[in-house]
Structure formats: structure tokens, C-alpha cells
């Protein structure tokens, strides 16, 4: 969703926030205050309106029945991911999560997360989980047997990166969800284009995104 902060006037720019779960009358936002934008956004009211623009861009693509599923969440990128498990528990039980913060205080909806699949938690301080990151996790979950068909995951571009370099050469899916500065979030601007195995800065994030095939973008 694009977020308009505030008139409009004083920042002209919408602020980008996924969904982090919907149902028939609601639609949930989980987000970090770090800038103006969600400060303002974090002094609304119960009963306040918000102008929004959305939903915008793609989905992750599903997979098929019983596919050996693995999620992985990077601190405020974690919230889309919540609604791509629940979606996945109608389609696989095998579904394993693993996400990463910097410490305790940032974990959040450990207890929903833990009821769509097999969850492990790591944090960069051992504060809760284990000590490390979500490779750590991964690690931990393949010398337990585990190997998966599909690979879904949002966070920080490094831990994108990664993740993909984990997996390089496995015969495993993997979707990415990019999160980028956005000035329009609807594909007119070219200011969240990323770079494409071809080195062209071919693809609009928010428009042919947020989520691509990890073998699509250059991380
Ligand atoms: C597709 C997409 C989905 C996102 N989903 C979420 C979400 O579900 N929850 C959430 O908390 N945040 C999410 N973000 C990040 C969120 O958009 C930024 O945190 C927000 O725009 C900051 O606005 P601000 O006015 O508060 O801060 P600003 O004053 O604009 O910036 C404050 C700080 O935040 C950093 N920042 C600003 N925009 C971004 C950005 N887009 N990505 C990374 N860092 C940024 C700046 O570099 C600066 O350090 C998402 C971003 C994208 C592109
Ligand atoms: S933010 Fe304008 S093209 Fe993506």
C-alpha cells in the first residue's frame, strides 16, 4: 500500500507499507516507526481515515499442493510474510519459518507466526532463538534432513542476497520481495528500478515487483 503521511503537502511522497494480513473487513499493517512519515502514521487514531493507494504490485506465486515450503523473514520485512503462510496452510503442511531480528524487542507475532508452520527464530544478540541469522537457521533446519521445493522471503537486500547464494545451484523456487525507497509506487518514475541479469535497471520495484524470481534481479 502507498500511504499518503499526513495533507499530502508536507510530504509529497506516499510511503510504501506491505500487507501483513487481510481478511473480508480488515487489513492489517505492521510497521517500524523510523522517519516522519511513520511517526505520523504511528499518532493515528482508532476511527482516524487514512488515504491509502492499493493494494499495488505482485504477489508471491503459490505452490503447488504439498510442496516442502520454506519462509524466511528479515526484521520489518516479516510482515507480508504472514500472510503468505497463512494463505500456504490451505495448500501444504509443509511449511517451515524461519525469522531473523536484531534482538527480543523486535520479535513480533511470534505466537500467530508459530501456528502456520514449523517456526525457528534468530536474533543477531541470542536475545531470543538462537544466536545468528536466518542461514544460521536454514543450516540448522537442512542438518535436521529438511530440503525444500520453494524458497519465499522479504528483509534486508543482504540477507536476500544471501539467502540466494545459499541455495545456488539447488533445484529450489525462490521469490524475493524487494523493498525500496518509492516516490510514485505505480511504475511511472523509474526511481525503484534494480538491476536484472542482464545489468539493464530494467525492472520497476513497486510495478513489476515487489516480488520476483531471485534468479530475475540482481540482489
Ligand atoms: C514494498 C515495500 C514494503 C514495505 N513494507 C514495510 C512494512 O510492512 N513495514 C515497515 O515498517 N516498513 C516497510 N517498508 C519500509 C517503509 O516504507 C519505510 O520505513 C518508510 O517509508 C519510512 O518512512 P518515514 O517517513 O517514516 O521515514 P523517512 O524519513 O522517509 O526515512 C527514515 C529512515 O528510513 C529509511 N527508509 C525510508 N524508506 C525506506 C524504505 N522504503 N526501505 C528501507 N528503508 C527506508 C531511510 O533511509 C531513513 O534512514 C516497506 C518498503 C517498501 C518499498
Ligand atoms: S516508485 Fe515510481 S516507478 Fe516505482
Sequence with gaps: MMIQIGTGCEHVLRR??????????????????VGEGTRWLSKRKS???????????????????????LVVGGGIGSPPLYQLASELTGITENVDLALG???KSECFWIDEFSKLGNLAIATDDGSAGVQGSVIDLVNKF???????DYVYACGPVGMLRALQEHFAGQAVH???SLEERMACGVGACYGCVCKTEDKAFAKRI???????????VIL
Design 16 to 33: 510504501p507499507i506491505s500487507i501483513a494480513a487481510v481478511d473480508e473487513d480488515s487489513l492489517t499493517l505492521v510497521y517500524r516507526t
Design 47 to 69: 476511527g482516524d481515515k487514512l488515504d491509502v493507494l492499493g493494494p499495488l504490485g505482485s504477489g508471491f506465486p503459490l505452490p503447488p499442493p504439498n510442496a516442502e515450503v
Design 101 to 103: 531480528f536484531r534482538s
Design 142 to 148: 537442512q542438518s535436521a534432513g529438511k530440503s525444500w
Design 174 to 176: 525462490g521469490y524475493v
Design 206 to 216: 513497486c510495478a513489476d515487483g515487489p516480488v520476483f524470481d531471485w534468479n530475475e
